[in-house]
């Protein structure tokens, strides 16, 4: 199931949640082409933007939060930091699905729930209790 935008997951910032509703899009597509192992380029393709992305949205996030004296800047950057060393490993187990020869179904269902529980899980978990508090430090700032 994609995990569909929330009202909930508003932080009142135009310009973030724009951010945060291309990274949930790019993880649900992740998601669709993880079912079909053959689907290599498309494959590399999202797990690069989403990785590219994640990373642009969080130094963006983190820049406006040290504008807006946000008070919890650290809090929310340990968890940015955590997050790229995920989709590091993430992404280099894609790689080497991708650089395989002969890749099963089985493999890619693996690393599909694999995604699920981490990126999925993270990230929902991220915006709705660390991101949320950025409620109101910076309304329509970009
Ligand atoms: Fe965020």
């Given at each position: 199931?994609?995990?569909?935008?929330?009202?909930?997951?508003?932080?009142?910032?135009?310009?973030?949640?724009?951010?945060?509703?291309?990274?949930?899009?790019?993880?649900?597509?992740?998601?669709?082409?993880?079912?079909?192992?053959?689907?290599?380029?498309?494959?590399?393709?999202?797990?690069?933007?989403?990785?590219?992305?994640?990373?642009?949205?969080?130094?963006?996030?983190?820049?406006?939060?040290?504008?807006?004296?946000?008070?919890?800047?650290?809090?929310?950057?340990?968890?940015?930091?955590?997050?790229?060393?995920?989709?590091?490993?993430?992404?280099?187990?894609?790689?080497?699905?991708?650089?395989?020869?002969?890749?099963?179904?089985?493999?890619?269902?693996?690393?599909?729930?694999?995604?699920?529980?981490?990126?999925?899980?993270?990230?929902?978990e991220h915006i709705l209790k660390s991101d949320i508090?950025?409620?109101?430090?910076?309304?329509?700032?970009?």
């Amino acid at each position: 199931m994609p995990i569909k935008w929330d009202p909930r997951f508003s932080v009142d910032n135009v310009a973030i949640d724009i951010e945060h509703k291309l990274l949930l899009s790019l993880l649900n597509a992740l998601e669709v082409v993880l079912r079909n192992p053959h689907e290599k380029d498309s494959l590399r393709f999202f797990i690069d933007q989403l990785h590219e992305s994640a990373k642009d949205h969080f130094r963006h996030e983190e820049n406006l939060q040290l504008r807006y004296m946000f008070p919890y800047y650290e809090e929310n950057k340990k968890g940015h930091d955590v997050l790229m060393v995920e989709l590091d490993v993430i992404r280099d187990e894609i790689y080497k699905f991708i650089e395989k020869p002969d890749t099963s179904q089985e493999e890619a269902d693996r690393m599909s729930k694999k995604i699920n529980h981490v990126l999925r899980d993270w990230l929902v978990e991220h915006i709705l209790k660390s991101d949320i508090k950025m409620k109101g430090f910076m309304n329509d700032a970009r």
